[in-house]
């Protein structure tokens, strides 16, 4: 079993680290670098950085804070948000960005998948996939595009059985009915991507507690865990997460 990765994630908007509820209602969860710091002396294992609007108000991620973010830290760091070109991907890399993570364009243009990993390696490509419960798809998921805003009619399992196809090296998928609630992560949904994928999965969306972190790993089979609310207001460490799965027999590092 390979180690499990706790992933905090940075939601961004108007340069500030934000958290909403089913992907609205924003709250104010502080300064993007201070976190950074904050969450690698906390033994992150890597950091996600999201800039959640970008898309929606059609422009690209803001890479001179990407640049301030990497520059603070040691552990691995995935941007996404605004990311619909090869060259945007370039810059990203070049301003100290491990992976990217791409949703709304790669949906609306599969061959960038492609384009890109063979251009940087399907380990630079994680593919972000917003799924809301749906009776009308087969798979009980629509995958969503414009930060969770747009349905596609599209299914969300299919999409990812497709991006592992095109060269997606890692998946993120997120709950848009459990952001943010913190009732714990749709482990049906963690579940399907991985099994249909085959690629390795971050549980996103609604983790509350130790035991839905655990559940990601376990029921969701992901291969990390990334959680926002319950880091950044401080209700559990990431100390604390590392010594309760170790406690349950998941690997992790340091704990």
């Keep these: 079993m390979k180690y499990i990765k706790i992933i905090p994630c940075l939601d961004i908007k108007d340069g500030k680290v934000v958290k909403g509820v ?3 209602n924003l709250r104010d969860a502080g300064d993007p670098v201070e976190n950074a710091i904050f969450y690698e002396n906390e033994g992150a294992d890597e950091l996600a950085f999201l800039d959640i609007t970008a898309t929606v108000e059609g422009r690209k991620t803001i890479v001179d804070l990407v640049k301030k973010v990497a520059t603070v830290i040691s552990i691995p760091l995935t941007v996404g948000g605004g990311i619909s070109e090869i060259s945007d991907i ?4 070049e ?7 791409m949703n709304t364009a790669a949906i609306k243009n599969p061959t960038l998948i492609e384009e890109a990993s063979k251009a940087f390696g ?4 994680v593919i972000a996939i917003d799924g809301k419960a749906s009776d009308e798809i087969a798979s009980g998921y629509e995958l969503y595009i414009n930060g969770g805003q747009k349905p596609t009619g599209k299914d969300a399992i299919e999409w990812a059985k497709r991006v592992s196809d095109l060269g997606a090296g890692e998946v993120l998928p997120t709950s848009i009915d459990a952001d943010g609630t913190k009732d ?4 049906k949904l963690t579940r399907l991507v991985a ?4 690629l ?3 549980a996103s969306g609604g983790a509350g507690t130790l035991e839905h972190l655990y559940e990601g790993v376990v029921e969701g089979k992901a291969s990390a865990v990334l959680a926002a609310s319950i880091f950044h207001f401080r209700e559990i460490s990431i100390a604390d997460v590392k010594k309760y799965l170790k406690e349950r027999g998941i690997k992790v590092r340091n704990a």
């Design 22 to 24: 089913n992907f609205v």
């Design 90 to 93: 370039e810059r990203l890399l």
């Design 95 to 101: 301003a100290g960005v491990s992976k990217v993570s």
């Design 122 to 125: 399907s380990a630079s490509i």
């Design 184 to 187: 714990g992560y749709d482990l």
């Design 195 to 198: 099994e249909a994928s085959g």
């Design 200 to 202: 390795p999965v971050i």
